[in-house]
């Protein structure tokens, strides 16, 4: 299929609903671009921080995605100073590219046992290292897996706005807002 056949990016609404089912196939597809979308941050500094998490929910109604991740992961300390971030993705087999700009509340101890409890054991090898995630050691190895429902923490993303860009034999660019009811508006690309 080539750009210039995506009849959805030809209207807000048909544009907006696109880049949520490929949210949700994220979620549920492996292999689909928006699985691994890029989180990023503003650390203690201010220095922008970007890596690629796992999309592990996506919810058009509330507007929220969800991402789960080590406790003691610096993204962690950096949403809480300043609990705002943007996802970003690309698509590279519709063309297009989501920059999703979020608040971000983070769940820990108890608020996190219904999903403890329904991963797998190798995905709970994800969550708890000895020394802690981002320690300095002596060799790429030099780490142990100590799994603990209590250094899971999921990061919820209520979106704010969304910008969605469309690159086909005509680009098309559209900004969609919470305060607006998700009307969304085209701006130029």
């Not at 907006?16 to 949210?23: M, V």
């Not at 991740?69 to 590279?92: F, G, M, S």
Request: proline content about 6%; aromatic content about 6%; some cysteine.
């Amino acid at each position: 299929m080539t750009p210039e056949t995506h009849e959805w990016a030809q209207s807000l609404d048909t544009l907006h609903d696109q880049a949520w089912k490929r949210l949700a196939r994220g979620v549920a597809d492996r292999r689909a671009p928006c699985r691994h979308p890029t989180l990023a941050t503003v650390d203690a500094e201010g220095t922008p921080q970007a890596r690629t998490v796992v999309l592990r929910a996506a919810d058009p109604k509330a507007a929220r995605l969800r991402v789960y991740t080590d406790r003691h992961a610096d993204k962690v300390d950096e949403v809480q100073l300043t609990p705002k971030a943007t996802v970003h993705v690309w698509d590279n087999v519709a063309h297009l590219q989501l920059r999703l700009i979020a608040s971000v509340e983070v769940l820990i101890g108890p608020a996190v046992e219904p999903v403890w409890a329904q991963l797998s054991d190798h995905a709970r090898q994800c969550y708890g290292f000895s020394p802690a995630s981002g320690s300095a050691i002596d060799d790429g190895l030099a780490y142990d897996k100590q799994p603990s429902a209590d250094s899971l923490a999921v990061l919820e993303l209520t979106l704010q706005h969304m910008e969605v860009l469309h690159l086909g034999h005509r680009h098309r660019r559209a900004r969609f807002s919470r305060s607006d009811g998700w009307s969304g508006q085209w701006v130029t690309p």
